[in-house]
């Protein structure tokens, strides 16, 4: 018998395999990860992480304060990015988990329940990233190592990383934060 | 905006809540909330969140489950509630 292939969902990001396992109960992997408690604590340590993303044009100040030798600033300097984004990541992929996949996946592999809840997670997701972009706006212009379109001013690339990762996550967060049962 | 983050509930007009017998027609089927879930195609937790009235079905999700609770729509949902027993 021929196998079925494992679709894949570009768009989405998800493939129908990965869904399906995380949907079916019997899967008792990740299981810690499901309860309403811990989902909070996945999505605190989320906004955290990226409030520290954000704040990456600020280590080079943090390493000044140090008083670290120019060569081993840069060090401690990469270390911290690829360390901070890194735990950025982890932390996306387990929220992703928490949730089943729900927010990211498509129509045809949830249910009209889940369909629901997922459109109303998006819904206020797009309500608060527009906040976040706001707040991140607003240290763009007046933080003083950023000072955005300043001649002297730092690229603010952070920003970009930590309202990537905020378009990314924020569905999963405002779903893994608002259900009881997932 | 704050408060509807918190909310759980997912009923279609929460001013007009939707009273069903799901649990009770299941158990005197002998079903388990899995073996209604997979009978109608959703998740076994739609089925736990019908059954606390936490979410109001679809017409044709209504239809779905009286047929596999083999009763009329109108025996197992209500927009009144339903006397115990009954």
Redesign the interface.
């Known amino acids: 018998m021929m196998r079925k292939r494992n679709k894949i969902y570009w768009f989405e990001g998800v493939t129908e395999k990965g869904v399906k396992d995380l ?1 079916n ?1 019997d899967n008792s992997k990740f299981r810690w990860l499901r309860p309403q408690r811990n989902r909070r604590i996945l999505v605190i340590l989320m906004a955290l992480g990226m409030v520290l993303t954000s704040m990456g044009s600020y280590w080079p100040t943090l390493k000044t304060n140090l008083n670290l030798s120019p060569g081993v600033g840069l060090i401690v300097y990469s270390v911290t990015a690829i360390f901070i984004i890194f735990a950025v990541v982890v932390c996306y992929s387990f929220l992703r988990i928490a949730v089943r996949s729900i927010a990211d996946a498509p129509d045809e592999l ?5 369909i ?2 997922r459109n ?1 997670s998006f819904r ?1 997701a797009y ?1 608060i990233l527009g906040y976040v972009l706001l707040g991140l706006m607003v240290l763009m212009f007046f933080g003083p190592e950023l000072q955005m379109f300043q001649p002297e001013g730092n690229d603010g690339s952070y920003l970009v990383i930590a309202a990537l990762f905020a378009t990314a996550a924020l569905p999963s967060m ?1 779903m893994a ?6 | 905006m704050l408060h509807s983050i918190y909310a759980t509930t997912m009923s279609r007009n929460p001013e007009e809540p939707v009273y069903n017998r799901i649990e009770e027609a299941r158990s005197t089927l002998g079903l388990s909330r899995q073996d209604l879930a997979d009978k109608v195609g959703v998740h076994y937790q739609t089925i736990g969140y019908l059954e606390r009235e936490e979410y109001s079905p679809s017409l044709v999700l209504a239809l779905r489950i009286a047929k596999a609770l083999n009763q009329e729509v109108s025996e197992l949902f209500s927009q009144t509630p339903f006397k115990k027993g009954k």
């Not at chain 1, 949830?110 to 889940?114: A, G, K, N, S, V």
């Not at chain 1, 934060?177 to 997932?182: G, K, T, V």
């Open positions: 949907l109960n949830l249910d009209e329940r889940q629901a809840v109303t206020y309500f405002v934060w608002r259900e009881r049962d997932i």
